[in-house]
């Protein structure tokens, strides 16, 4: 078999059956941190280091649609345990982005859990997090708007995302779900800066 991120062959890939060799398994440090935000239960699966990063580049950036399945691999069935009854909202990324690459790379990651996904959040503007700074970054709180949230009564909503850096987008994202009829709300990141 060959590894979808260095394409190394090797004979069985004894931990991730299908997708990932032992040396990149290793690399993709899983911390499976537990904090809070805005009051609500955050999970984060691995630490940002230059290997998550290099390989979220790849999947986002150069459009390596094959490396959807290598995030949640080895989570995949104590994830869809943990979260059997709840609904997917994806952090929305820029639109244009999506358009040119073919795919949501949220979207694509998540749904190898194959939970239900509502798309009810959207992008107010579209300039990227990364054009800016720092310091306007903070003043950013209104980054997303919700539509259709309707959808979203008495179901348990986990939002999900790639990368939390300062967290501006999730409490932006929780604080609009907590003003529909969702039941519960929790939060899952690939990654935490
Ligand atoms: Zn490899």
Redesign the pocket.
């Known amino acids: 078999m060959q ?1 979808k ?2 394409f ?1 062959e090797e004979k069985a890939f004894s931990f991730s059956k299908r997708f ?2 032992q ?2 398994f290793k690399q993709l440090e899983v911390i499976y941190k537990k904090f809070k935000l805005e009051g609500i239960n955050i999970v984060a699966l691995y630490s940002y280091n230059d290997f998550f990063r290099s390989l979220l580049y790849k999947f986002k950036a150069c459009h390596d649609y094959e490396l959807k399945s290598v995030f949640l691999d080895r989570f995949r069935q104590e994830l869809k345990l943990k979260y059997w009854n709840y609904t997917l909202v994806c952090i929305p990324s820029n639109e244009t982005e999506d358009e040119k690459r073919g795919f949501n790379h949220v979207e694509e990651a998540f749904k190898e859990l194959g939970l239900p996904i509502k798309k009810v959040l959207y992008k107010n503007k579209s300039f990227k997090q990364s054009d800016r700074s720092k310091e306007e970054r903070k003043l950013v709180k209104e980054d997303l708007s919700i539509r259709n949230s309707e959808c979203l009564t008495g179901r348990n909503i986990l939002i999900v995302d790639d990368v939390m850096t300062t967290g501006e987008t999730l409490k932006c994202a929780i604080n609009l779900i907590k003003k529909t009829n969702a039941k519960k709300i929790k939060c899952l990141v690939l990654a935490k800066k």
């Open positions: 590894c991120v260095c190394k990932i060799c040396e990149c």
